[in-house]
């Protein structure tokens, strides 16, 4: 069992950064995919991006691709998404997620455990 807990998430003006984190508890985070995804009112939860649990890849959703970095430190149990450049649209409350043993999925229904979500306001 994985539980996560986000945070990081605040008020900024729109041009500004933030930096979330997600930590997890227990010994096998290595052995997890991580994932951020975002759900604004009234819409549908998103993929942001995710990482793998081996091999150096990212990906990244179009809309945040060039502003957003995922990362993650193995040593801490930590995933971070340094969110650059943000623009009002990027409003929502972000989620992380982890797959076990996943290549760093888009899909929601690929992820089995979440945490219980940071909002992030971004001011236009």
């Known amino acids: 069992q994985v539980r996560l807990v986000e945070s990081g998430g605040g008020l900024v003006q729109a041009g500004g950064s933030l930096r979330l984190s997600c930590a997890a508890s227990g010994r096998t985070f290595s052995s997890y995919a991580m994932g951020w995804f975002r759900q604004a009112p009234g819409k549908e939860r998103e993929f942001v991006s995710a990482?793998?649990?081996?091999?150096?890849?990212?990906y990244y959703a179009d809309s945040v691709k060039g502003r957003f970095t995922i990362s993650r430190d193995n040593a801490k149990n930590t995933v971070y998404l340094q969110m650059n450049s943000l623009k009002p649209e990027d409003t929502a409350v972000y989620y992380c997620a982890a797959d076990f043993r996943g290549y760093g999925s888009s899909r929601l229904n690929e992820y089995d455990h979440w945490g219980q979500g940071t909002q992030v306001t971004v001011s236009s």
């Open positions: 990482i793998p649990w081996i091999g150096g890849s990212t």
